[in-house]
T-cell receptor
Framework: EAQVTQNPRYLITVTGKKLTVTCSQN?????MSWYRQDPGLGLRQIYY???????DKGDVPEGYKVSRKEKRNFPLILESPSPNQTSLYFC??????????FGPGTRLTVT | SQQGEEDPQALSIQEGENATMNCSYK?????LQWYRQNSGRGLVHLIL?????REKHSGRLRVTLDTSKKSSSLLITASRAADTASYFC?????????????FGKGTKLSVIP
């Protein structure tokens, strides 16, 4: 089954404790991205990757890092999480017509 | 940056009625897409309409696009309780090696059984 998977689905952590959210897709898509979704603000793109070893900032990249060492994986790294990064995070990969395939989401709470 | 703006923000209808949601945008696009999101879950791609198309159908979904007015509408016919979700439009612009996809803030649809 074609899908995007994310782990963990839920995460509660404390300020400053580094964390990584993994993302993997099995559709051989070149383009992948990370979004955060907050009430009243909608979906905002954090980072995207056009292909392996090619990443670029989206609209809200501050406080986040990404890497793209393999085509299928695109982890999101929070080196020093802060409470304002409490959010619902989605990974997505892009199909040939620019349609997005989203993962199930990771609900992150930073206390 | 947000480009698509959905209208209304929230819509409540009875099962069996039709639901219409609108999306307006500001700049040129290559295509416009509609997505559904059930509460707290990932967005699911519903339908894509290209800038040179005016109308598209998929099952109970009908999408129209008016590029002169920079607007699109999503019609769900004979709604069901299972259609309860948030619906987002997303505009795509691509060209000269660049690409931009921007989501609106969504319309929350409630279908009452």
């Amino acid at each position: 089954e074609a899908q995007v998977t994310q782990n963990p689905r839920y995460l509660i952590t404390v300020t400053g404790k580094k964390l990584t959210v993994t993302c993997s897709q099995n559709m051989n898509h070149e383009y992948m991205s990370w979004y955060r979704q907050d009430p009243g603000l909608g979906l905002r793109q954090i980072y995207y990757s056009m292909n392996v070893e090619v990443t670029d900032k989206g609209d809200v990249p501050e406080g986040y890092k990404v890497s793209r060492k393999e085509k299928r994986n695109f982890p999101l790294i929070l080196e020093s999480p802060s409470p304002n990064q409490t959010s619902l995070y989605f990974c997505a990969s892009r199909g040939l017509l620019y349609e997005q395939y989203f993962g199930p989401g990771t609900r992150l709470t930073v206390t | 940056s947000q480009q698509g703006e959905e209208d209304p923000q929230a819509l409540s209808i009875q099962e069996g009625e039709n639901a219409t949601m609108n999306c307006s945008y500001k700049t040129s696009i290559n295509n416009l897409q509609w997505y559904r999101q059930n509460s707290g879950r990932g967005l699911v791609h519903l339908i894509l309409i290209r800038s040179n198309e005016r109308e598209k159908h998929s099952g109970r979904l009908r999408v129209t696009l008016d590029t002169s007015k920079k607007s699109s509408s999503l019609l769900i016919t004979a709604s069901r309780a299972a259609d309860t979700a948030s619906y987002f439009c997303a505009t795509v612009w691509s060209g000269a090696g660049s690409y931009q996809l921007t989501f609106g803030k969504g319309t929350k649809l409630s279908v009452i059984p």
